[in-house]
């Protein structure tokens, strides 16, 4: 089992910024790919961005050059960085983990950005 414990949602205006962070915990060997998506009321949840265990990383087309994504390994910790925010980037924010057999979820953390 692994949790996932969210944090560093807020409110902020547009253009500023934020940064997420997400701490695994529990008895797993390893996490392979970690990330984040995110849910806006009234539409589906989508992939914000990845990164895997050596670093590669994949990003949603709405925020290349926007955000970034990263990790600490030895802390099971990954981390999203939200510079430039718009009142469209308003969502729930979702951590996500994959071991070698099940992806997990975190609970959510809001983010809501004013104009």
């Known amino acids: 089992q692994v949790q996932l414990v969210e944090s560093g949602g807020g409110l902020v205006q547009a253009g500023g910024s934020l940064r997420l962070s997400c701490a695994a915990s529990?008895?797993?060997?390893?996490?392979?790919?970690m990330g984040w998506d995110r849910q806006a009321p009234g539409k589906q949840r989508e992939l914000v961005a990845r990164?895997?265990?050596?670093?590669?990383?994949n990003y949603a087309d709405f925020v290349k050059g926007r955000f970034t994504i990263s990790r600490d390994n030895a802390k099971n910790t990954v981390y999203l960085q939200m510079n430039s925010l718009r009142p469209e980037d308003t969502a729930v924010y979702y951590c996500?983990?994959?071991?070698?057999?099940?992806?997990?979820w975190g609970q959510g953390t809001q983010v809501t950005v004013s104009s």
């Open positions: 996500n983990a994959a071991t070698s057999v099940f992806d997990y």
């Open positions: 990164i895997t265990s050596g670093g590669s990383t």
């Open positions: 529990g008895n797993f060997f390893r996490l392979n790919v």
